[in-house]
């Protein structure tokens, strides 16, 4: 909350923000990301759907990545279908 009104922020709205459902939301979403292995943003999952719903991961893209990386992990994962 200092360093928010070190900023000019709206401090109550901040605090609101800081403390409610929201990051609440945002722990859960790090301890799903740290069990996935998740150390940057974005990262992508590329795989294949298994019969049971779940997908078999074939690739994973993280961080800012050219056009022509995601076609060919997506030709790799359909190779593998």
Known sequence: VDR???LHL???AFAQCNGGRAADRVKAD???ASV???RATPTF???VRERDGRL???TV???ARAEADF???ITQAGAQK
Request: aromatic share 4%; charged share 10%; net charge positive.
């Open 10 to 12: 709206d401090t109550a």
């Open 45 to 47: 999952f590329i795989g």
């Open 4 to 6: 928010a009104r070190a």
């Open 61 to 63: 893209i993280a961080g």
């Open 36 to 38: 996935l292995g998740v």
């Open 30 to 32: 790090l301890t799903i």
């Open 56 to 58: 078999r991961v074939t």
């Open 71 to 73: 076609a060919a992990a």
